[in-house]
């Protein structure tokens, strides 16, 4: 279940290259959520999306990516932590092969405090959205593609996305300038993803090394557990958890993320009631 992003530097130093492979985390959310093909591709698009936004969080920040599509009518939402640990849920599981439309919304938190909220139109694609807003947000020259493919059983067996940004000039340091940029990296915009992945994997862009600064394991992990679980129905309160022990004789609950069943018996429930 594990994939990776990779932090580089590129042109010699005077580009920011972050690559990811997650094919193995968008596999695991097509599955925990039975995804159709259309719906496992844009999952693991969103996926190595919000991948790609959260190459420079730190501590306990967040990163949050959310769509809502319009047409066809669908919501995806992932979100990843700065170690890592990425998870995603897309409703319905079954959507139809068409243009997406709608909105993308990028947010940036710390113990559930929004630190930043940026929202993008989707005409398209979630490249073309992603694309308009690290140019809005970030203000620089930069290049960006996805790829991702699903095998004839559905399955996702690539998942994979490429950001170069033209770094910001700093006296002492390789530099280029934004026409010098887009002569050397432009026509990764129209290459061909696959060829252009596969080369990455070898650590190469445009034929040229790239030099790795860190390397951060991707790996699905929710953050349900029982004794979440377990907080979240003594919440309810006393009357509620009486009323499934007559009822029900116990309660189950499932996580929307991953979901991962816990099922409480009467007496677990008996021992959640507040004197």
């Not at 493919?149 to 994979?160: E, H, L, Q």
């Not at 309810?236 to 991962?260: K, P, R, S, W, Y």
């Amino acid at each position: 279940m594990h994939g990776v992003l990779i932090r580089a530097l590129a042109a010699d130093g005077a580009a920011r290259a972050l690559l990811v492979e997650a094919h193995r985390p968008a596999d695991e959310a097509r599955r925990r959520h039975g995804l159709g093909p259309h719906a496992a591709r844009l999952t693991a698009e969103a996926m190595v999306a919000a991948a790609l936004l959260s190459a420079y969080l730190k501590g306990e920040e967040q990163l949050t990516l959310q769509v809502q599509g319009e047409s066809p009518r669908c919501a995806l939402y992932v979100d990843q932590t700065a170690e890592g640990h990425i998870r995603a849920r897309t409703t319905p599981a079954r959507i139809p092969d068409e243009h997406l439309t709608g909105i993308m919304m990028a947010i940036k938190s710390v113990d559930g405090k929004e630190l930043y909220r940026g929202a993008s139109r989707i005409e398209g694609s979630l490249e073309q959205a992603l694309a308009e807003h690290l140019g809005g947000s970030t203000q620089v020259d930069a290049v960006l593609r996805l790829h991702t493919r699903i095998d004839t059983d559905g399955s996702v067996i690539a998942a994979s996305g490429l950001l170069v940004e033209r770094l910001p000039f700093e006296k002492g340091q390789p530099t280029l300038s934004p026409e010098a940029f887009d002569a050397q990296f432009r026509d990764l915009r129209d290459a061909p993803a696959g060829p252009l992945m596969t080369e990455l994997a070898f650590g190469k862009l445009r034929g040229e090394p790239l030099q790795v600064l860190e390397k951060i394991a991707l790996s699905w992990q929710c953050r349900c557990s029982r004794q979440r679980v377990s907080a979240t129905l003594r919440g309810l309160g006393n009357d509620e958890l009486q009323a499934m022990i007559d009822e029900d004789d116990g309660a189950e609950v499932t996580c929307h993320f991953c979901n991962e069943i816990y099922r409480f018996d009467a007496g677990e429930l008996r021992e959640l009631i507040v004197e």
